[in-house]
């Protein structure tokens, strides 16, 4: 039931997570169908009661089951949804809701007749838990043509999600964003609406649309009306603001949002004022003058003493990217460097690496209040230009590509992109295009950068000579004098070095373990990073968990004891952990994402996972753990080819010598 069908021209794409009431009634309102040609792709949200044996007791050849092991989230599934759809259109359904029997076949008609049009809607009938009759919505059936739509919009979500269908070319350009929770669709209808991508809606229902406890419609309104909206409304905007491309329509929401606010206060202060206005966070005016006045004062200081390269990193916190910068900045300590930290770090693991390379200046409070942004680029760009021949270099800092047009247009400024966000999602990739033409070079760690920057600029018409610009410099890793022979233990040593962030997956690393031990297979798993509350309870007792590990030599004598390295991610650019663990002989199993490939080739130095389904990742991982357990000859060969790999690409010489001739010390 997993396998797709032959270009199917619908995908119909249910989430699911734990609806085990009203799940297969939502399954049989799609089976029912009087338009055939569809595939039905269900992903299975880590549920914890009986929607996994619901889903599976269904035999129909156009289902495909996709299962998370852990829940994940609303937007990470409707994402993974978009990338799996085989259809030329995708329907999108809700597992509580039901589908009237002519829903496909009207819809797909309409799209097939209307070629202008992206997305089309229909309107809804409430049901209670019991499926009766109970209501319809004002702001639906209000609004049929695009022009009602783009006026009710800002203030109301007036598309029934659960109703839509959409070409899949244009949907996957607009991805579920995690910061709207419980609204995701709302602000992809706003980002479609402000490119003037056409949405309409046909005068009738089709789907009934079941409001209960359970619901996130019903989650969602017990916040309070007017700071729900606030929040969500001034989401899109400031998004939009990063993106630097606003126009009429993203000021009409930001509006809204601001009266919304006024609501809010009106209402709080109408029913226990003070304990809801100490909520809202209040900006300390004087601790970012004070700041100003530092960054000003500092500034003037270092270019007096011959400063004139200056970066801009959005963190000094504990990281992978962070860890690089702090190695560009030390291969060019000689040149008195100034780096300026443009946002709120979560502790301060490499702020002292900083300070021993350069003269680092926070200016995140500045860079998070609006009220001095004009004020302080202007200003900041004038002392620096005061400096001979200034050098800027910037990565994954929104103030920084904000910064260079207030410099003069031969001003050499470069930047580094680690890697590059899902298709339709705001990250520093776009914020830096309308500053593309100023940027004389572009730093990207893999070739497969270099392509992403390709279809970027492709895709929003940007000349395809400014890739010229597009330099490929690979990070640099420490490089033992020799590395430990690998497979000599009776018990693998299985190691995951990183934060828990969303697309690493730590779970699936859980159930590879426990799934390891329960075939008996003779290997130990370390987690040096996340704590328990990554995993699902029943994995926990699988791993040893360390914590994160901050003291350089310790991470060094993990990497020599280990023997395998696992990555589970959903999107990566290429890890700096994969370049310390080959140092070290350590053999990688990963993901086949991002730029992991141009490093990790296939049986040579790791081994590389193509599965999407994450029941069908953990299962091919812990065969290769198993091969591997069994043919140590191979493991420690492996080892050898991987370790003698890093040396010969991963070296400091080369990374420090590339980035001084980036910004021109060296000839």
């Known amino acids: 039931m997993d396998t797709p069908l032959k270009s199917p021209r619908v995908t119909v794409f249910m989430p699911v997570y734990n609806a085990e009431k009203y799940l297969a009634k939502a399954i049989e309102s799609i089976l029912c169908q009087t338009f055939h040609d569809f595939e039905f792709l269900i992903i299975n949200d880590g549920s914890t009661d009986g929607s996994d044996a619901i889903i599976r007791s269904f035999n129909d050849e156009r289902i495909r089951i996709h299962t998370h092991l852990k829940n994940v989230g609303l937007a990470v599934t409707v994402n993974e949804g978009l990338d799996l759809t085989n259809g030329v259109y995708m329907a999108r359904m809700d597992a509580d809701d039901i589908s009237l029997p002519s829903r496909l076949e009207k819809e797909v008609n309409f799209l097939d007749t209307h070629p202008d049009v992206a997305v089309v809607a229909a309107h809804v009938l409430m049901i209670n838990p019991q499926g009766r009759a109970a209501g319809i919505m004002a702001e639906d059936f209000s609004t049929n043509s695009y022009e009602q739509i783009k006026e009710v919009l800002p203030n109301e979500n007036c598309i ?376 699902r309870k029943e994995d926990v007792s699988a791993c040893i968990m360390l914590g994160m590990i901050k003291e350089e030599e310790s991470m060094k004598e993990l990497y020599s004891s280990a023997d395998i390295l696992l990555l589970t991610s959903s999107r990566e650019g290429f890890p700096l952990v994969i370049m310390e663990a080959m140092a070290f002989g350590v053999l990688c199993i990963s993901t086949n994402v991002g730029g992991i490939s141009e490093h990790i080739q296939q049986g040579k130095t790791g081994f590389l996972v193509s599965e999407t389904d994450e029941e069908a990742i953990v299962e091919r991982f812990t065969s290769l753990i198993s091969d591997l357990s069994k043919n140590r000859k191979l493991l420690e060969e492996l080892s050898d080819y991987s370790s003698a790999y890093a040396r010969d690409q991963f070296s400091k010489e080369r990374f420090e010598s590339a980035y001084r001739r980036l910004f021109g010390f060296d000839s």
């Open 160 to 535: 029934p999600n659960p109703t839509i269908m959409g070409r899949i070319n244009i949907l996957r350009n607009y991805r579920a964003r995690q910061s709207q929770i419980r609204a995701e669709d709302w602000d992809i209808w706003w980002r479609m609406v402000s490119a003037k991508v056409q949405i309409a809606k046909l005068d009738e229902i089709l789907v009934h649309y079941r409001i209960h406890p359970e619901s996130e419609t019903f989650k969602l309104n017990r916040e309070n009306i007017y700071l729900k909206k606030f929040r969500l409304q001034t989401g899109f905007f400031w998004g939009k603001l990063k993106s630097f491309n606003i126009n009429a329509f993203d000021f009409r929401v930001l509006g809204h949002a601001l009266g919304n606010f006024v609501k809010y206060i009106i209402s709080s202060i109408h029913s226990d004022a003070i304990g809801r206005i100490k909520k809202i966070k209040s900006i300390n005016i004087f601790d970012a003058w004070k700041q100003y006045r530092t960054m000003i004062r500092e500034t003037e200081e270092a270019i007096k003493k011959g400063s004139r390269l200056f970066f801009f990193f959005p963190y000094y916190q504990i990281g992978g990217a962070e860890k690089v910068h702090t190695q560009i900045v030390q291969a060019c300590a000689d040149q008195k460097p100034l780096v300026f930290i443009t946002e709120h770090s979560k502790d301060t693991g490499y702020l002292e690496k900083f300070r021993q390379s350069s003269n680092v200046i926070d200016i995140s409070l500045i860079s998070a209040y609006p009220i001095f942004h004009a004020r302080v680029k202007s200003r900041l760009a004038k002392i620096l230009t005061r400096s001979k021949n200034p050098v800027l270099f910037g990565c994954n800092s929104y103030f920084y590509y904000e910064l260079l047009p207030y410099f003069p247009a031969e001003t050499y400024c470069s930047d580094l992109m680690h890697g590059f966000s899902h298709p339709g999602e705001p990250g520093p990739e776009l914020a830096s295009l309308s500053v593309a033409k100023l940027l004389k070079k572009r730093v990207v760690i893999t070739q497969h950068g270099k392509e992403e920057f390709r279809k970027i600029y492709v895709q929003h018409g940007l000349p395809e000579a400014l890739l010229e610009r597009v330099t490929c410099i690979p990070n640099y890793t420490w490089l033992p004098k020799k590395s430990n022979e690998k497979g000599q233990h009776s018990k693998l040593k299985i190691i995951y070095v990183g934060r828990d962030t969303i697309e690493k997956r730590v779970y699936l690393i859980g159930a590879i373990a426990r799934k390891v031990q329960q075939r008996g297979i003779q290997a130990e798993f370390i987690l040096a990073g996340p704590d328990a509350n990554s995993l």
